[in-house]
């Protein structure tokens, strides 16, 4: 059993950062790949990027350039810095894990994300 609790979301301007964390517990964190999804209104869930221990992150064709995923395996925490935002980043963003083993996959809450001016 793992459970993710996201921060970092907010408000920003166009052009703008944020920063999301979300700290895993309960299991160990190097057996789980671990990724963002983000869900906007009216559309489904949709990957942003995934990561997993000794292998290249992975991102989706909208983001590659602007936003980077990475982990922290000794502090059970995987961030998602998104630089150079755009309104078409507004959405609720997801933390997942998926167990290596079993790929069963765990989420957290969300944390709402705004780009707006």
């Known amino acids: 059993q793992v459970q993710l609790v996201e921060s970092g979301g907010g408000l920003v301007q166009p052009g703008g950062s944020l920063r999301l964390s979300c700290a895993a517990s309960g299991s160990i964190f190097s057996m789980y790949a671990m990724g963002w999804y983000r869900q906007a209104p009216g559309k489904q869930r949709e990957l942003v990027a995934t990561s997993t221990s000794g292998e290249r992150a992975n991102y989706a064709d909208s983001v590659k350039g602007r936003f980077t995923i990475s982990r922290d395996n000794a502090k059970n925490t995987v961030y998602l810095q998104m630089d150079n935002l755009k309104p078409d980043d507004t959405a609720v963003y997801y933390c997942?894990?998926?167990?290596?083993?079993?790929?069963?996959?765990?989420w957290g809450q969300g944390t709402r994300v705004t780009v707006s001016s």
């Open positions: 997942n894990a998926r167990q290596i083993a079993t790929a069963r996959n765990y």
